[in-house]
Nanobody
Framework: QVQLVESGGGLVQAGGSLRLSCATSGRTFSRNAMGWFRQAPGKEREFVAGITSSGGSTYYADSVKGRFTISRDNAKNTVYLQMNSLKPEDTAVYYC??????????????WGQGTQVTVSA
C-alpha cells in the first residue's frame, strides 16, 4: 500500500508562488511515475503535471506550462510542484497521485488527500 501526503497549500496573491510537496510511503517510489492533479469547485479533476519514475521526462497541462515545475527526489520519496506566477484560476484542491508503473500510463493507482490552493486577485 502506498500513502501520499500533500503539504504546502495555502492562500497567495496573484503573481505569487507556492511549492507543494508530496511525501510518499512504500518501497517502490522510485519505480512509480507521479503526477499532480487539481479540482476546482464545480469542475472535474484535471491533470496538471507529471513526471516519470526516473525524473527524466516531465509533462504539463497547457494552462500551467512555463509557470509550474514538477520535480522529484527519489532519495526522499517526495515529489514537488513549484508554482510561480499564480493566477486566480489556479485556485483548486491539488492532489498528488502515483501511477502503477514507470510511465504516466492509464489512471493513477494511489491518491493523496489533497491540499487547498487559493489565489486571490
Amino acid at each position: 500500500q502506498v500513502q501520499l501526503v500533500e503539504s504546502g497549500g495555502g492562500l497567495v496573491q496573484a503573481g505569487g508562488s507556492l511549492r507543494l510537496s508530496c511525501a510518499t510511503s512504500g518501497r517502490t517510489f522510485s519505480r512509480n511515475a507521479m503526477g499532480w492533479f487539481r479540482q476546482a469547485p464545480g469542475k472535474e479533476r484535471e491533470f496538471v503535471a507529471g513526471i516519470t519514475s526516473s525524473g527524466g521526462s516531465t509533462y504539463y497541462a497547457d494552462s500551467v506550462k512555463g509557470r509550474f515545475t514538477i520535480s522529484r527526489d527519489n532519495a526522499k520519496n517526495t515529489v514537488y510542484l513549484q508554482m510561480n506566477s499564480l493566477k486566480p484560476e489556479d485556485t483548486a484542491v491539488y492532489y498528488c497521485a502515483a501511477f502503477g508503473g514507470i510511465l504516466l500510463s492509464g489512471v493513477p493507482s494511489y491518491w493523496g488527500q489533497g491540499t487547498q490552493v487559493t489565489v486571490s486577485a
